[in-house]
């Protein structure tokens, strides 16, 4: 892979900046989506051209090139769907991505180039001397708002974000070893893994997350072919919450 991408300055500002797993994927994302289109990838069981902006991948892929948690991955894509900043489409076997606003904020040429109808850009700043800058501006003095065309990379959008979900990373863990994923969850698969959870802390007030990995190759070791649920794990704890003295071998 080679070439580069262009970044907005705007991006130092966004509070999320501070967060070095959020910038990894957000930067991984945007060098790897297709700059200029035209190459072809499978997806829902057809081979379809990917537009510029666009690239498909699996959560545990990005976790692999980033170096960040599975977890944490999908919370900071729920992020970055919740700001409008991607779409995602998913099969069985990867996601679909979509950077918005790709085709305004990455186009080629001149650094002074600006998007038409757009007094702001997300590729660099351009120089205030060619007449849509000009015409732009004396439109958002006379009504007090700027042009729209919608959400620069790194800007953040100006809607009311929901009150984050107070993180418990064993929760997530769980979650996590049993193939689930946060936002994806129901009300009641979220009630029923939190019931499990709190079933696995009582027999074991020190746990940890090492303790439900361990919990989870010994119940495969044990149940061969059964699904791993929260549920499941809760009701043979007593079997398997010995996981720091046991670690069955599974069955050849």
């Known amino acids: 892979m080679s070439g580069w991408v262009k970044l907005h300055r705007k991006l130092l500002d966004n509070p999320r900046f501070q967060d070095g797993d959020w910038l990894k994927v957000w930067v991984w994302m945007l060098l790897t989506a297709s700059h200029d289109g035209g190459k072809t990838v499978l997806f829902k069981g057809k081979r379809i051209p990917l537009k510029p902006g666009q690239f498909t991948a699996g959560r545990h892929q990005i976790a692999l090139a980033t170096g960040v948690s599975s977890s944490k991955v999908n919370r900071v894509l729920f992020a970055l769907k919740s700001e409008q900043q991607i779409g995602q489409q998913t ?22 180039e600006q998007p038409v109808d757009s007094h702001r850009t997300a590729i660099g700043q351009p120089v205030d001397t060619n007449q849509e800058v000009k015409k732009g501006r004396m439109e958002e003095d006379i009504s007090g708002e700027p042009p729209q065309d919608g959400l620069p990379l790194g800007d953040i959008p100006v809607v009311v974000e929901k009150k984050p979900r107070k993180q418990d990373p064993l929760f997530n863990k769980l979650a996590d070893l049993c193939g689930m994923e946060y936002e994806r969850m129901t009300t009641q698969s979220k009630k029923a893994t939190a019931v499990a959870l709190a079933g696995i802390r009582q027999a074991m007030p020190e746990l940890t997350e090492d303790d439900l990995e361990q919990a989870v190759v010994n119940y495969r ?10 549920n ?20 050849l």
């Open 91 to 112: 099969s069985n076997a990867c996601s679909l991505f979509t950077i918005t606003n790709w085709g305004s904020y990455q186009k080629s040429g001149q650094p002074n």
């Open 221 to 230: 070791a044990l149940y061969p072919g059964a699904t791993v649920t929260p």
């Open 232 to 251: 499941a794990l809760s009701k043979h704890w007593p079997t398997l919450g010995t996981a720091r003295q046991t670690k069955y071998a599974p069955n």
